[in-house]
């Protein structure tokens, strides 16, 4: 169910003969002399607009508007919408969801200029604008002996995060990002701005939190920041295992599943290893607290007798770049990308399923070398996250226990339907498995196609969808995991 707008209704009768409007004349006039429009056919567009990081079911744009203040940014929601354009909004640029595909001839909204960082030690107040990514807000709140929940990927947009709920391997002690939200600065569906908080607008506020991207342009957030634990120093580990000793590890993740320290985070990845053609297993470990601590809790995977290892103290800034052995994730950061990816929620681990995803692996890999798919699996803590009451914010799944991740890529656009094929079988799987009665996943990571009963949870989609008739009833924010309003929650 994607928004059709008269905009892509024209654009779709009539890109043979009729020229499409002027959008310099259409949008210059009203921006501040900071702003820019680029042209999709203009020659330096690529290196001047905002990049997604994958390809996969991509928008199209027939140009970029950069805005440079909020005001830029109202004016251009009013033309738009006044107009018939569709608009996408652009901060990381990590959103994954197919839906994104359903805008055809629009124009991007890059919020690229809004990409400040102040920190305020007086009061622990962090403010980041709307493009904002983790790395910039590393060293103005360091240097104070203040932590800030980062994810696994540094380049990633901190806004984007909060406005799914904002995971990371910190929120065991720290919560999720929306929990540390104070407010946020809106240009909602009439170009009006607003501030959503607990005492202004709180029916947007807590929209925001958790199904943010239906409701408006968050043009600045404001956080509380945490000090840090144990001096801002994480032990971080790393383990390399061959795949046949699968069973042994995914018994220790299910060993887990109901007695996991709050300080301690799995980031594991397997995939086929090019040069020996065999499957391996690296599993990270993020434990804050000194390396004597951590040993009990990493004692079972040393007695794994992994392939390699480390354990050392880093500086809580380090964790990512020293994770994994040090080794370059250059996914991660990278731009137009062709990544195939599914996503599921879980609350308990099955080693059997797992396992035997791993044998499944394998084969496809093994069949398709030109196709490099990584099984993720993201063990994170929630005892923190559960200390907030389900009913605070429109995020559904504080329950979860575990992020698992598919992702394939490849340049051979010919091979998604294949791809696809493999991906939803692996999925279906490890949906039965999960150990939630439905499908259920954390909407950033969402394919875009499980339904918002997954992605919101059915009890929450009556007054969302009150709430989205209240501030989008044109539905002007309906290319990313759309809210229904009315009562269905069926499949997209």
């Known amino acids: ?180 939200l104070e407010e946020a600065q809106v240009v909602t569906s009439t170009g009006d701005v607003v ?66 320290s709050p300080f301690l985070a799995l980031n594991i990845a397997s995939v086929v290893e090019p040069s020996s053609g065999q499957v391996v297993i690296i599993v990270n470990a993020n434990f804050a607290g000194p390396v004597s601590v951590a040993k009990k809790f990493l004692a079972p995977l040393e007695a794994l007798s992994p392939l390699r290892s480390e354990v050392f103290s880093v500086a809580w800034p380090d964790v990512i770049s020293t994770s994994y052995f040090g080794i370059e994730d250059t996914r991660a950061c990278g731009r137009n990308q062709h990544v195939n990816m599914r996503s599921i929620a879980a609350r308990r681990t099955d080693p059997q399923v797992t396992s035997q995803f791993l044998t499944e692996l394998d084969r496809f890999s093994k069949a398709n070398p030109n196709i490099t798919t990584t099984f993720m699996i993201h063990r994170f803590p929630n005892q923190k996250v559960l200390q907030v009451a389900d009913q605070d914010s429109a995020y559904p799944h504080r329950d979860l226990k575990m992020h698992i991740q598919l992702e394939s890529e490849y340049d051979d656009t010919s091979k998604d339907g294949m791809v696809s094929e493999f991906l939803e079988a692996a999925r279906k799987s490890f949906t039965a498995a999960s150990g939630y009665p439905e499908p259920a996943v954390y909407v950033n990571f969402a394919h875009g196609d499980e339904g918002p009963a997954a992605w919101y949870g059915a009890r929450n989609l009556g007054r969302l969808g009150q709430l989205k008739q209240k501030w989008d009833p044109q539905g002007l924010f309906n290319f990313y995991d759309v809210v229904p309003t009315g009562s269905s929650s069926a499949e997209l």
């Open 1 to 180: 169910m994607f928004f059709k707008s008269a905009w892509q209704r024209f654009v779709a009768t009539t890109a043979a003969a009729a020229s499409v409007p002027d959008i310099n004349e259409l949008f210059g006039p009203y921006l501040s002399p900071g702003a820019s429009i680029y042209l999709a056919s203009d020659a330096n567009y690529t290196a001047e607009v905002a990049q997604r990081w994958s390809d996969y079911a991509a928008p199209s744009y027939i140009a970029t508007i950069k805005p440079a203040i909020v005001d830029d940014v109202q004016n251009i929601v009013k033309i738009a919408s006044s107009s018939g354009i569709p608009f996408l909004v652009t901060g990381g640029g990590h959103g994954v969801s197919i839906q994104m595909e359903g805008l055809q001839g629009g124009i991007q909204i890059d919020l690229g200029n809004f990409n400040t960082v102040k920190f305020n030690k007086t009061n622990s107040l962090l403010t980041v604008g709307g493009s904002a990514k983790f790395s910039q807000l590393i060293d103005p709140i360091y240097e104070f002996g203040y932590q800030f929940p980062i994810g696994t990927a540094s380049c990633v947009g901190v806004v984007g995060a909060t406005l799914g709920a904002g995971v990371s391997a910190n929120q065991g002690y720290m919560g999720l990002l929306i929990d540390l």
């Open 195 to 260: 501030t959503a908080s607990r005492s202004e607008n709180p029916d947007l506020f807590w929209a925001l939190r958790g199904a943010g991207a239906n409701f408006g342009i968050v043009t600045s957030a404001t956080y509380t920041v945490p000090k840090t634990t144990n001096d801002g120093n994480i032990t971080n580990a790393s383990y390399l295992y061959l795949g046949s000793q699968r069973e042994e590890v995914y018994e220790y993740l299910a060993s887990l599943d109901d007695n996991m």
